[in-house]
């Protein structure tokens, strides 16, 4: 199967929501722009796409690596923006306006450096590095301020010999680096994630009716949060007690 539909017009994109509907999805993903390719949506398109997956009640988020597309989008009302590694302030404030919420994929320095090191090249020598870390700890905490929801989201697919879980976990590193409260992480793993997705009442909280599906671990969260967020003593999937070390 094709990684994307393509979309050639509104009309088109009004039929490609209902082509995904039918296949019973409960979200819609678009590509704002798709980066290395030059194309991207245009307004009218995201906006016929926006206005019919609304009307069947789902969520819309829009992968945006550039500014423009990402504003463009949010101007469209799409629900969320994801990666937005070159939006801008102006960008961020309609966003905190509109309530549109922000996944930032962002990586600590020690998953970019074990990347890097994996392919063959020292990361000492790449010039730009740090300053994409400073970039993209700035944007995040300038969202912070602004009022934008942030909802957590790994992006980590690339293989950095570790298993997917402990790669995806870097997350939490890259976060709190950039300066995110602990609390304020964890809110956004769950019950924010949760909300973002009408899912508020099943996942992302612990209630009756809600899925079980609980971890715990052990440490300090507050004062010692990297180490603590490793050390996972219990872990619950639909009820059931999958591992429990915690003594």
């Known amino acids: 199967d094709e990684e994307y539909r393509i979309i050639k017009n509104p009309d088109d994109a009004v039929n490609a929501v209902r082509e995904h509907i039918n296949q019973g999805v409960d979200l819609i993903k678009i590509c704002a722009d798709n980066l290395p390719n030059n194309t991207n949506l245009s307004f009218e398109e995201m906006q016929a796409i926006v ?4 009307d069947h009640g789902l969520t819309v988020t829009a992968h945006s690596v550039k500014n423009s597309s990402a504003w463009e989008a949010v101007k469209a009302g799409v629900d969320g923006i994801e990666h937005g590694f070159f939006i801008a302030d102006s960008t961020l404030n309609l966003m905190a306006e509109k309530k549109v919420f922000l ?3 962002e990586n600590s320095r020690w998953y970019m450096d074990t990347f890097y090191r994996l392919k063959g090249t020292d990361p000492e020598k790449l010039t730009w590095l740090d300053r ?3 970039d993209m700890r700035s944007r ?3 969202a912070i301020d602004k009022g934008v929801t942030v909802v957590a989201g790994s992006d980590n697919y690339t293989d950095i010999g570790v298993p997917r879980g402990v790669s995806s976990r870097d997350m939490f590193r890259a976060y709190y680096e950039a300066g995110m409260q602990p609390m304020n992480i964890l809110r956004s793993a769950t019950y924010l994630s949760a ?4 899912k508020e009442n099943d996942i992302g909280v612990l209630k ?3 899925f079980a599906d609980i971890i715990a671990v052990k440490g300090n969260i507050k004062k010692d949060f990297l180490k603590s967020i490793e050390n996972m003593v219990f872990v619950m999937k639909g ?3 999958y591992s429990d070390t915690s003594g």
């Open 195 to 198: 909300r973002s997705l009408h």
């Open 51 to 54: 206005e019919t997956a609304h």
């Open 140 to 142: 995040l905490m300038t």
């Open 208 to 210: 009756p009716g809600a």
């Open 103 to 105: 996944v930032p994929t």
């Open 132 to 134: 994409y870390m400073s």
């Open 239 to 241: 009820g059931k007690v």
